[in-house]
């Protein structure tokens, strides 16, 4: 028994490890985007909203997308994930007639 697990240790451990690694980061990732931005708190999210109307009025979406692109680019995958729920908001508050 023992000698089957060392030999496949042996023959897949790169492989095994490589996988592993692959799941750090994809769960890595996935806590940066979508679960740690949901920690922040909606009143937060509503100031951001509410300045960023005020500031840029019809242009808000398109800014927020922007600052969003900028994110990703620069690889600042929690503040991307936290514009992308300004975005959202946004669009909320767009649809209910809100804001225009």
């Known amino acids: 028994m023992t000698d089957t697990f060392y030999s496949i240790i ?3 451990g790169a492989w095994m490890f490589f996988g ?3 799941l750090a980061i994809a769960g890595w990732e996935v806590w940066q985007f979508r679960i740690r931005p949901m920690l ?3 009143a937060k999210i509503d100031a951001i909203v ?3 109307i005020a500031r840029y009025g019809p242009d808000a979406e398109e800014m ?3 600052e969003e692109d ?3 680019r620069y690889s600042d995958t929690f503040k991307q994930g936290v514009l992308r729920r300004v975005r ?5 508050r767009y649809e209910a007639g809100e804001w225009e």
């Open 50 to 52: 509410d300045a960023l």
């Open 40 to 42: 922040v708190p909606k």
């Open 70 to 72: 900028r994110a990703w």
């Open 20 to 22: 592993l690694f692959v």
């Open 88 to 92: 959202r908001e946004l669009w909320r």
């Open 64 to 66: 927020t997308f922007g």
């Open 10 to 12: 042996s023959t897949y």
